[in-house]
């Protein structure tokens, strides 16, 4: 197989043109061609239909504090795309006229967007069940106008989620940058001490585990009992749940899997653990997903190949939640990552 560039690879996912011989049971299926449309057709599950839309997930920008490897957004201290007030007031609107329960904050760093606290002042006021802000953790420590993040969480009822790649220092620093664990264990402290995390408390702060390399996620539910045992053993930590979520072949993910000669094995591996009884949970049927410019996608990862809505329908300023109850949501081969395994959604595990 010819080796393909970064922006080779990344066209093929964007366009759906790319197509994966079959792997079975380590033979080629002869004239056999896999992608991810023939594969929903072979569980009868072709055209992907939206149900109930029920989260809106906004990216408030790229600009981010770290650079972790594994980062499908390609976010870090110098993105310059932030939603605008414009934007956001649009996102309001929409909130408080749909069926929406539930918010979800992403970035970058979503806390880094200039309007951040006055959105979630205002959206916090309009009655949903759950306000999630993706917390990176160490962006409270990262400057002294965010060192009351916590305090201003709590104050809101704010649902904290954060990456923690690991429970020890060395596999944490690699994915995310040297310091970031031990930034992490303060912050997760600070957290802590007013109440998130603490069982019997509504302040419910969620962690969240991306493999460090070329392979799926272990067991969610184990993975989730041995990071609890550690960091509390270790540190003192306490926590609500861990989420697993499987690394799509997308940035710099896809330029580790190419640097490293990973990328066609990692793909057959999403391929052969393709699990039909997630595909009827995956997050874009019952969530949207606005870009930081307004413009609306079925997912955060079609957000970042370009995969835009029709027209008509396509930006937040033309919302109309009963067309897009019509819509067909868009795929490509990286949709294999949301269905391989326990399958993976941005609350973890599916199926």
């Not at 539910?221 to 499987?246: C, H, V, W, Y």
Request: proline share 3%; aromatic share 10%.
């Amino acid at each position: 197989m010819l080796k393909k560039s970064l922006k080779q690879r990344q066209n093929d996912l964007s366009s759906s043109k790319y197509q994966l011989d079959f792997l079975d049971g380590g033979n080629f299926k002869n004239g056999e061609l896999t992608t991810f449309e023939s594969m929903l057709k072979r569980s009868n599950q072709f055209p992907l239909k939206p149900s109930k839309l029920e989260i809106l997930q906004i990216n408030m920008g790229y600009m981010c504090n770290q650079v972790c490897a594994h980062c499908h957004v390609d976010a870090g201290p110098d993105r310059k795309e932030i939603m605008t007030k414009e934007t956001l007031e649009l996102c309001l609107d929409v909130i408080d006229n749909s069926g929406v329960h539930t918010v979800d904050l992403t970035g970058g760093a979503p806390e880094m967007n200039p309007n951040f606290r006055w959105f979630v002042e205002k959206a916090s006021k309009l009655g949903v069940s759950d306000f999630i802000v993706r917390s990176n953790l160490t962006i409270v420590l990262a400057n002294k106008k965010f060192h009351d993040l916590p305090v201003f969480f709590k104050k809101h009822n704010i649902h904290v989620v954060s990456s923690m790649p690991h429970w020890t220092k060395g596999k944490t620093d690699k994915q995310r940058g040297e310091g970031v664990f031990n930034s992490s264990i303060e912050t997760l402290k600070k957290l802590n001490k007013i109440g998130y995390g603490i069982p019997n408390s509504k302040l419910k702060l969620d962690l969240v585990y991306n493999p460090s390399g070329a392979f799926l996620p272990a067991n969610q539910k184990q993975l989730e009992k041995s990071f609890k045992k550690a960091l509390f053993n270790d540190f003192g930590i306490q926590f609500n749940a861990l989420f697993t979520i499987t690394n799509l072949p997308i940035s710099r993910f896809l330029e580790y899997l190419i640097a490293s000669e990973n990328y066609d094995e990692y793909m057959y591996t999403l391929v052969e653990a393709y699990n039909p009884n997630a595909v009827s949970r995956v997050m874009c049927k019952n969530t949207l997903s606005v870009g930081w410019d307004g413009q609306l996608y079925d997912c955060d990862f079609n957000q970042m190949l370009g995969l835009k809505l029709n027209k008509s329908i396509g930006h937040i300023k033309k919302f109309n939640e009963k067309k897009l109850a019509e819509r067909t949501i868009q795929i490509s081969q990286h949709c294999y990552g949301c269905t391989a395994g326990a399958g993976s959604s941005c609350q973890g595990a599916i199926a």
